[in-house]
């Protein structure tokens, strides 16, 4: 069984960085694709940034050039460093792994990041 772990939300003022964490248990982390979405009361969870096993990554339009996401497979962990951040990033932040080679797709508990001064 996989359990996917958040960690490093907070408060932050408009400008500030944060970075999260997103720790794994298993043996799989490392041959998966992980993603960090989000999801703003009253919205649909979206995709922020992902990365596959071979460190390819991709990011939403809107965080390009302010997020950064990256994975250290010997500790199974990946992370979202968050630059400039504004109020429009406010959201409970998810870490996810998959889909795997049988189609599962785990979810870890979220983490809150707010934005404000």
């Known amino acids: 069984q996989v359990q996917l772990v958040e960690s490093g939300g907070g408060l932050v003022q408009p400008g500030g960085s944060l970075r999260l964490s997103c720790a794994a248990s298993g043996s799989i982390f490392s041959v998966n694709t992980m993603g960090w979405y989000r999801q703003a009361p009253g919205k649909q969870r979206e995709l922020v940034a992902a990365i596959t096993k071979g460190g390819s990554t991709n990011y939403a339009d809107s965080v390009k050039g302010r997020f950064t996401i990256s994975r250290d497979n010997a500790k199974n962990t990946v992370y979202l460093q968050m630059n400039s951040l504004e109020p429009e990033d406010t959201a409970v932040y998810y870490c996810?792994?998959?889909?795997?080679?049988?189609?599962?797709?785990?979810w870890g508990q979220g983490t809150q990041v707010t934005v404000s001064s």
């Open positions: 996810k792994l998959g889909p795997t080679i049988t189609r599962r797709t785990y």
